[in-house]
Structure formats: C-alpha cells, structure tokens
C-alpha cells in the first residue's frame, strides 16, 4: 500500500525521557512534515523539510529535533519530555509545491506522565 | 491576526438530513483552501482544494464551495459512514503557511 506510516501508534512515557517518532512515506514526495494536534483539535505545524530545507516553526521547543536519513523517511527526536509534550504527532508528505495536498500519517499519541 | 473558524463544532444530523458546515477565514491573501476529513484514530484525508471565489468541487455526497470570506462544506442526504471531523485550512499568499481550523465532528444517526 502506498501510504505514509508511523510508529508507534501510543508511546507512554515518563517526564525527563528522550524518545523518537519514526515516520516513513513511499509515495515518492518530496517534502515531509511534522504536525502536532492538540486536546483542542487543532493542527500546528512543527517542521517541514525538504532535501534541500528544514523550516522550523519558531514556537516549537529547541528539545524537538527532526532527523532525515533519506528523502523518504523523517524521524522526530524529542529530549527531555514533559508533561506539555502529551498531544498526537502526525507525520505528513506531499510533492513539491505549497498547493499540494498533505497526505497524513495515522498518528502517535504521545503521553507524558 | 491570520484566523480560521469553523462552526458548528459539533453537528448531529439523522440520515438523509442534508446540511452545511462552515469555514470562515481572515487572512491576508487566500492561495488556496483545502478541506480534509478525520475519523478517529486516523490522521486527516485529502478531499478537496478550492482557489477563488465561486469554485465549487463534488465528491460523492459532498460539495464545497468557495466565497472571498468563508468556504461551506454541503453534505446531501448523509449516511452513517460519513460521522467524522471535517478539518479546513487555509493557504496564505503572502508567506504560504498552512491555517487550520479546529474542525467540526460529524455525526450521521441511521
């Protein structure tokens, strides 16, 4: 199936912990994204990265990293979690250009306790 | 301050109850609006892009149209697998950001 996948699908964890989202998409896009939904609904851009650029939403905490090991896959990297950090992470792709559509993960929900 | 608001948070329609849902956007150069559905535990799915003022797109039971304030979401005599969140976003000209709304839940009683 051509599809953008996540994992894990829940990850509990406890305050102070580093722990990693892996997202993979074979739907050859070129530019991949990390969202975070809060309790409220609402979809907040995190990163959007491309081979050739890494944009950061400058509200996003310097203890959130986006690792890309290839043009497929993005990872996100989250040092000392806390309990603010509890909310769904979505990965998303899309091909180059800001009209195209995001095609979405299924999300991980990420508890802090 | 760039804004979009959908209403109503929540809609309870029976079966075959046709209605619309609403998206209203001030922003300060529209590029595009898109709007996507959820179901729960899923992450949101592509369903339509609308550019200017009087488009309108179908799909199925569903119709969007476009206004140069708002976007509506008709949805004609709904059936029960169509109860999710309906997600809009709007994609500002001047830097190309992606706004969200917070979504209205949809539920379709049989």
């Known amino acids: 199936d051509t599809a953008v996948s996540q994992t894990p699908k829940y990850l509990v964890t406890q305050m102070g912990n580093d722990k990693s989202i892996k997202c993979e998409q074979n739907l050859g896009h070129d530019t991949m994204y990390w969202y975070k939904q809060d309790s409220k609904k609402f979809l907040k851009i995190m990163f959007s990265y491309n081979n050739k650029e890494l944009i950061i939403n400058e509200t996003v905490p310097n203890r959130f990293s986006p690792k890309s090991p290839d043009k497929a896959h993005l990872n996100l990297h989250i040092n000392s979690l806390e309990l603010g950090d509890s909310a769904v992470y979505f990965c998303?792709?899309?091909?180059?250009?800001?009209?195209?559509?995001?095609?979405f993960g299924n999300g991980t929900r990420l508890t802090v306790t | 301050e760039d804004q979009v608001t959908q209403s109503p948070e929540a809609l309870r329609l029976q079966e075959g109850e046709s209605s619309s849902l609403n998206c209203s956007y001030t922003?300060?150069?529209?590029?595009?609006l898109f709007w996507y559905r959820q179901d729960p535990g899923k992450g949101p799915e592509f369903l339509f892009t609308?550019?200017?003022?009087?488009e309108e797109k179908e799909k199925e039971r569903l119709k969007a149209t476009l206004t140069k304030k708002e976007s509506f979401l008709h949805i004609t005599a709904p059936k029960p697998e169509d109860s999710a969140t309906y997600l809009c976003?709007?994609?500002?000209?001047?830097?190309?950001?992606?706004?969200w709304g917070a979504g209205t839940k949809l539920i379709i009683k049989p």
């Open positions: 976003a709007v994609l500002m000209d001047s830097n190309y950001q992606l706004i």
């Open positions: 922003v300060s150069g529209l590029r595009g």
């Open positions: 609308l550019y200017s003022a009087g």
């Open positions: 998303a792709s899309s091909r180059i250009g800001s009209n195209s559509p995001l095609h």
